[in-house]
């Protein structure tokens, strides 16, 4: 196996990074969760562009570069585990110039707030988080969303595609049929089986590596963006996670619900909305003029 620095999604991360720290921008990382690649994220970089941020979209260790590509080699995807692809990404943020903010979704959210507590972004959004240790709601909307990995233990060294039935429940349950299907056809890739089962054992594990650190004195400012409608995430576990880190008493946290959303707000129609949001809250804590 290719050590992390040689292989070729490696290579193009730390392109982004590179472009980063040439802009001289502040830099906005976006970390996108499973069954997504960071081509997701496209629209979003867009903005925050042309809102004056460097925007870096960096992938998972391994991430194919198309969606193509991803569901022709799911076997890449295997064996990612929380830890690893938390050390991933703080990695590349140590490399760039300025302190970033730190955008994610679903376990990229989880992934966000992993960094946000090592003192790595100078403010972050969670959005749709997957839960840490110490969240404790079960959903029964949850366990049903997970069931596509969790019902199967051999699942736990695998990569997991979803059937469309399977993304129509978790990710697409609030918006209309035709758009679910699109969606589906565009965005979704298999995805390791390994981080959901952390995440479902994070509480009776003590040393889990689904674990924030949710009172260091460098966090940062966070926000948790949950969808109404979220199946995956509901607001059980996004407020639960909320309450965590509302216990910081260094650095502001706060919590907003988006009506009708579903997990699939990154990606669907309404984006904007959700973009926008974390870009108002953004923009409190870093001046990209500056």
Same mark, same amino acid.
């Given at each position: ?135 404790? #709601?079960? /959903?029964?909307?949850? !366990?049903?969303? *997970?069931? =596509?990995?969790?019902? %199967? $233990? ?35 890739? #298999?995805? /390791?089986?390994?981080? !959901?089962?952390? *995440?479902? =054992?994070?509480?009776? %594990? $003590? ?51 988006? $009506? ?31």
């Amino acid at each position: 196996m290719s050590s992390p620095g040689t292989t070729p999604s490696y290579a193009r991360d730390l392109a982004r990074v590179e472009a980063a720290n040439a802009s001289g921008r502040i830099p906005v990382v976006f970390i996108h969760g499973l069954w997504l690649l960071p081509t997701s994220w496209d629209r979003w970089a867009a903005v925050f562009e042309e809102a004056g941020f460097a925007p870096v979209t960096p992938g998972w260790p391994d991430d194919p570069e198309t969606v193509e590509e991803a569901n022709a080699h799911p076997e890449v995807f295997a064996g990612k585990s929380v830890g690893q692809v938390a050390d991933h990404f703080c990695d590349l943020i140590g490399k760039l110039d300025r302190k970033p903010v730190v955008i994610g979704h679903s376990f990229g959210g989880l992934i966000t707030q992993i960094t946000a507590g090592r003192g790595l972004s100078r403010a972050s959004v969670a959005i749709d988080p997957a839960p840490f240790r110490g969240v404790l #709601p079960l /959903p029964l909307s949850s !366990l049903r969303a *997970a069931s =596509a990995v969790l019902g %199967n $233990p051999a699942n736990y060294h695998r990569a997991v595609p979803l059937t469309y039935e399977q993304f129509r429940y978790s990710f697409a349950n609030a918006v209309g049929e035709e758009e679910a299907r699109a969606l589906y056809d565009t965005f979704a890739v #298999p995805a /390791p089986g390994e981080p !959901l089962f952390q *995440a479902a =054992a994070a509480n009776v %594990n $003590p040393w889990t590596e689904a674990k924030v650190d949710t009172t260091s004195a460098g966090r940062g400012p966070l926000l948790i963006v949950s969808g109404e409608k979220d199946h995956t995430v509901p607001w059980a576990i996004a407020n639960a996670s909320y309450k965590k880190q509302a216990h910081n008493a260094h650095a502001l946290t706060e919590i907003t619900e988006l $009506p009708g959303r579903g997990h699939s707000l990154t990606i669907d129609h309404g984006w904007r909305e959700v973009a926008d949001t974390a870009l108002t809250f953004v923009r409190r804590f870093a001046d990209p003029a500056s």
